[in-house]
């Protein structure tokens, strides 16, 4: 399994709250609330998204809430990973949980940026930032939770069991 | 090598004599809950699942409390969804109108959870019930889901800070100074994927209000789970409040801790979270002159009995300032009536605040007091994040209820020995 696409960067502590604001939890319709992802820290992301794309932050991405909402909203609006220096541990595991793919890596959090083109290996956890030529080695899931995402979440992953 | 607080009770409900930091384990489950934001979703999850059959209808409580009474005609389809999946499945422990309270004070003032308890709940909060001595965290809805569907969450066994509190707080110095002390000093990621554990004879000062803020906010500071052991303080409150059984774990004498850090209570001051978040706190004494547009004194980290009792004291005789929107929020119905019967309600009436039935409402920006650009709140809640109340361009600065009573009186964030002339 492979991710290639534009970065979209952000910093610190991006927390669930500017990721999908609780003013549209009113709804959990995937492609509603991919309308309004990120609106509040960066209003033109949905303009600019296109599928595939990746997202990368430094640390604590995903903090605050335990709104599933959030890793949604940012599956459904096309972004095929998110790299970050490390994640908020209810984010971390929603994300596992609907199958939305991310990678802890410090080194690529810090140096990569905005609109640069990366390309994703999940098998191996390598990096590959085309645009700069750079590559990184990111952490591997343990065992039990690449099966958890192979099943493409939870859910499946129970049902099979 | 022993185990922390946490560990033992993780330990105990995978079924093993031992586990250690890092290990992944399945768990059994006390309680699965969740809210009228996330039950939906996991409702939907729940639909996916080979079998429809809810096993453990007494450990699911939902709770309908986020932005109740239904907010709009959106969030009414939502409401609509759990109401009739909760009567359809008799899920026991069902909360809506004329019931519910906040779920995190809830639960606890029903007796769902006691000391030695394996809880989840699809909010983010749940880690409330630490302060019983409970290992409970928040999870998302799908996590929900599958603790509805199987009784059971996997967990990665976390390692822990102590925190060895010392010394009687002052006046004015609450659970909520000591939680907003602590996120200043190790950040909003300090305490990531680790339990943040309580321990020192400073606790025997904490009332269970105290302890339910603090550990409520140890997701403030990244943390898995925030707890507490278990005191005579403790035991009356689940005696007063719950008939299950409890049980008490202690952390064994040569537990490893990542890290220690001992705090003096009584060298606190209250202390105020800057915008846009709980790791940037402030003493009172280093404030500046702050003005405010609104004050919200309530949330499941501060609507309790106790914080209402603070905010009367500092309130009554006084009139809010002109201009300045206060509004108080019970947690519970009990805590309501409590409340009313105390006289605490028409205190903060004539004082100018309004009083709203239960709700977490504007702590999320959801309803009930939502900010516009450019206008202030100093709030009782958990969060300041960019946005939280409302505009983007509005600020939330979190405090203690007596620091927000006080600042209701003066406009401005305030000392509550300033106004009461202390």
Same mark, same amino acid.
């Not at chain 2, 409890?246 to 801790?257: I, L, R």
């Not at chain 2, 709980?278 to 002159?289: A, K, L, S």
């Not at chain 2, 006084?318 to 509004?327: L, M, P, T």
């Given at each position: 399994?492979?991710?290639?696409?534009?970065?979209?960067?952000?910093?610190?502590?991006?927390?669930?709250?500017?990721?999908?604001?609780?003013?549209?939890?009113?709804?959990?319709?995937?492609?509603?609330?991919?309308?309004?992802?990120?609106?509040?820290?960066?209003?033109?992301?949905?303009?600019?998204?296109?599928?595939?794309?990746?997202?990368?932050?430094?640390?604590?991405?995903?903090?605050?809430?335990?709104?599933?909402?959030?890793?949604?909203?940012?599956?459904?609006?096309?972004?095929?990973?998110?790299?970050?220096?490390?994640?908020?541990?209810?984010?971390?595991?929603?994300?596992?949980?609907?199958?939305?793919?991310?990678?802890?890596?410090?080194?690529?959090?810090?140096?990569?940026?905005?609109?640069?083109?990366?390309?994703?290996?999940?098998?191996?956890?390598?990096?590959?930032?085309?645009?700069?030529?750079?590559?990184?080695?990111?952490?591997?899931?343990?065992?039990?939770?690449?099966?958890?995402?192979?099943?493409?979440?939870?859910?499946?992953?129970?049902?099979?069991? | 090598? $022993?185990?922390?607080?946490?560990? %033992?009770?993780?330990?105990?409900?995978?079924?093993?004599?031992?586990?250690?930091?890092?290990?992944?384990?399945?768990?059994?489950?006390?309680?699965?809950?969740?809210?009228?934001?996330?039950?939906?979703?996991?409702?939907?999850?729940?639909?996916?699942?080979?079998?429809?059959?809810?096993?453990?209808?007494? %450990?699911?409580?939902?709770?309908?409390?986020?932005?109740?009474?239904?907010?709009?005609?959106?969030?009414?389809?939502?409401?609509?969804?759990?109401?009739?999946?909760?009567?359809?499945?008799?899920?026991?422990?069902?909360?809506?109108?004329?019931?519910? @309270?906040?779920?995190?004070?809830?639960?606890?003032?029903? @007796?769902?959870?006691?000391?030695?308890?394996?809880?989840?709940?699809?909010?983010?909060?749940?880690?409330?019930? $630490?302060?019983? !001595?409970?290992?409970?965290?928040?999870?998302?809805?799908?996590?929900?889901?599958?603790?509805?569907?199987?009784?059971?969450?996997?967990? %990665?066994?976390?390692?822990?800070?102590?925190?060895?509190?010392?010394?009687?707080?002052?006046?004015?110095?609450?659970?909520?100074?000591?939680?907003?002390?602590?996120? @200043?000093?190790?950040?909003?990621?300090?305490?990531?994927?680790?339990?943040?554990?309580?321990? @020192?004879? $400073?606790?025997?000062?904490?009332?269970?209000?105290?302890?339910?803020?603090?550990?409520?906010?140890?997701?403030?500071?990244?943390?898995?789970?925030?707890?507490?052991?278990?005191?005579?303080?403790?035991?009356?409150?689940?005696?007063?409040?719950?008939?299950?059984?409890?049980?008490?774990?202690?952390?064994?004498?040569?537990?490893?801790?990542?890290?220690?850090?001992?705090?003096?209570?009584?060298?606190?001051?209250?202390?105020?979270?800057?915008?846009?978040?709980?790791?940037?706190?402030?003493?009172?004494?280093?404030?500046?002159?702050?003005?405010?547009?609104?004050?919200?004194?309530?949330?499941?980290?501060? $609507?309790?009995?106790?914080?209402?009792?603070?905010?009367?004291?500092?309130?009554?005789?006084?009139?809010?300032?002109?201009?300045?929107?206060?509004?108080?929020?019970?947690?519970?119905?009990?805590?309501?009536?409590?409340?009313?019967?105390?006289?605490?309600?028409?205190?903060?009436?004539?004082?100018?605040?309004?009083?709203?039935?239960?709700?977490?409402?504007?702590?999320?920006?959801?309803?009930?007091?939502?900010?516009?650009? !450019?206008?202030?709140?100093?709030?009782?809640?958990?969060?300041?994040?960019?946005?939280?109340?409302?505009?983007?361009?509005?600020?939330?600065?979190?405090?203690?209820?007596?620091?927000?009573?006080?600042?209701?009186?003066?406009?401005?964030?305030?000392?509550?020995?300033?106004?009461?002339?202390?």
């Amino acid at each position: 399994m492979k991710a290639h696409g534009v970065v979209h960067k952000y910093g610190d502590n991006v927390d669930t709250d500017v990721i999908i604001p609780a003013r549209y939890l009113n709804s959990s319709d995937p492609a509603e609330l991919a309308k309004n992802c990120m609106e509040d820290i960066d209003p033109d992301f949905v303009k600019r998204v296109k599928v595939g794309d990746i997202m990368v932050a430094n640390k604590n991405f995903g903090c605050g809430s335990s709104r599933e909402h959030a890793p949604i909203a940012i599956k459904a609006s096309g972004i095929s990973c998110v790299i970050a220096e490390t994640f908020a541990r209810i984010f971390y595991r929603n994300a596992i949980n609907i199958g939305l793919p991310i990678i802890e890596c410090k080194e690529a959090a810090e140096e990569i940026e905005a609109g640069d083109e990366v390309e994703i290996d999940f098998d191996s956890g390598m990096i590959y930032d085309r645009t700069k030529g750079t590559e990184y080695k990111g952490q591997a899931f343990p065992p039990f939770m690449q099966e958890i995402i192979k099943a493409e979440g939870l859910v499946n992953y129970i049902n099979h069991k | 090598m $022993g185990m922390t607080m946490t560990q %033992k009770i993780l330990a105990a409900h995978a079924g093993l004599d031992v586990v250690e930091a890092g290990q992944l384990i399945e768990a059994n489950l006390d309680m699965v809950l969740g809210n009228d934001v996330t039950t939906p979703v996991a409702i939907h999850e729940m639909e996916k699942f080979n079998t429809q059959e809810v096993l453990y209808k007494d %450990k699911i409580a939902m709770v309908l409390e986020h932005i109740t009474p239904n907010k709009d005609s959106n969030s009414a389809e939502h409401f609509k969804s759990v109401r009739e999946y909760a009567n359809s499945h008799n899920i026991t422990n069902f909360f809506d109108v004329g019931e519910v @309270g906040i779920e995190h004070a809830l639960l606890p003032e029903k @007796g769902l959870v006691v000391a030695g308890d394996a809880v989840i709940g699809a909010d983010s909060h749940t880690c409330t019930y $630490g302060a019983l !001595g409970a290992f409970s965290t928040g999870v998302g809805s799908t996590d929900m889901a599958a603790g509805m569907a199987t009784g059971k969450a996997w967990f %990665k066994v976390p390692s822990a800070i102590q925190f060895v509190l010392t010394g009687k707080p002052a006046k004015w110095v609450s659970g909520k100074d000591i939680i907003l002390h602590i996120i @200043g000093m190790i950040g909003v990621d300090g305490a990531l994927y680790k339990s943040m554990e309580f321990v @020192g004879d $400073g606790i025997q000062y904490l009332s269970m209000d105290d302890r339910f803020s603090m550990a409520n906010m140890a997701i403030e500071a990244g943390g898995k789970n925030g707890i507490f052991p278990v005191d005579d303080i403790t035991i009356e409150y689940l005696k007063e409040h719950s008939v299950r059984e409890y049980k008490v774990y202690e952390a064994d004498e040569d537990a490893v801790y990542d890290e220690t850090y001992t705090i003096d209570l009584s060298q606190l001051k209250p202390t105020v979270a800057f915008p846009h978040l709980p790791e940037n706190t402030r003493t009172i004494d280093n404030v500046g002159d702050i003005k405010i547009d609104q004050v919200v004194i309530g949330s499941c980290t501060n $609507g309790h009995i106790t914080d209402l009792r603070i905010a009367a004291e500092i309130m009554k005789g006084r009139k809010v300032a002109k201009g300045i929107r206060v509004i108080i929020i019970p947690a519970t119905q009990a805590i309501y009536l409590q409340a009313m019967e105390e006289g605490l309600l028409k205190t903060f009436i004539e004082a100018g605040a309004i009083v709203s039935t239960p709700t977490c409402g504007p702590c999320l920006g959801g309803h009930m007091g939502i900010l516009a650009a !450019g206008e202030r709140a100093v709030a009782t809640t958990n969060r300041n994040f960019v946005g939280r109340m409302g505009h983007v361009e509005s600020e939330v600065y979190l405090a203690s209820p007596a620091v927000a009573a006080a600042s209701a009186i003066t406009g401005k964030i305030s000392c509550p020995c300033e106004v009461m002339g202390e």
